[in-house]
């Protein structure tokens, strides 16, 4: 019914604190020293850059969402918008809201979690990493 509103609520949240992150941050670079004696200088990835990606996942999840709901008529373009709330289904309608789009924004949440930690592992392997003789890394 309305599920898909608490990930676009999320959506707007971190919108706006990226772009505010955004207008924060400098730009932070690493020198990295290889074994011939070249030093290269690396552009870490800023944390607005990060949150733009749940910025992705939660947009593009909830324009999925919205469609499904609009093709199923649980949506319609006239006030008040939901059909449950025409019907007088608004504790039905809250109590979804409550439990499966709160789940849909945790485990979206949860899964760019897991991709922060996997950018930070390969981050801090490619800062390890010795280079070979051609300039590749290992």
């Known amino acids: 019914m309305g599920c898909f509103l608490v990930p676009v609520t999320e959506a707007v949240v971190t919108t706006v604190a990226a772009r505010v992150i955004k207008s924060k941050e400098t730009k932070e670079t690493v020198n990295i020293s290889s074994t011939d004696g070249s030093v290269e200088e690396v552009t870490k990835i ?9 910025n992705k996942l939660l947009w593009g ?11 199923h008529g649980e949506v319609v373009p006239f006030f008040p918008f939901l059909t449950a709330v025409e019907n007088g289904e608004t504790a039905g309608m809250l109590a979804e ?42």
């Open 97 to 138: 809201m409550g439990s499966a789009g709160v789940m849909m924004s945790v485990l979206v949440t949860a899964v760019w979690a897991g991709m922060l930690a996997v950018s930070a592992v390969m981050e801090k392997r490619a800062l390890r990493a010795p280079e070979c003789e051609e300039g590749v890394k290992a």
């Open 61 to 71: 999840g909830s324009a999925l969402l919205a469609f499904e709901h609009i093709w």
């Open 46 to 54: 800023k944390f607005s850059t990060k949150l733009g990606w749940l």
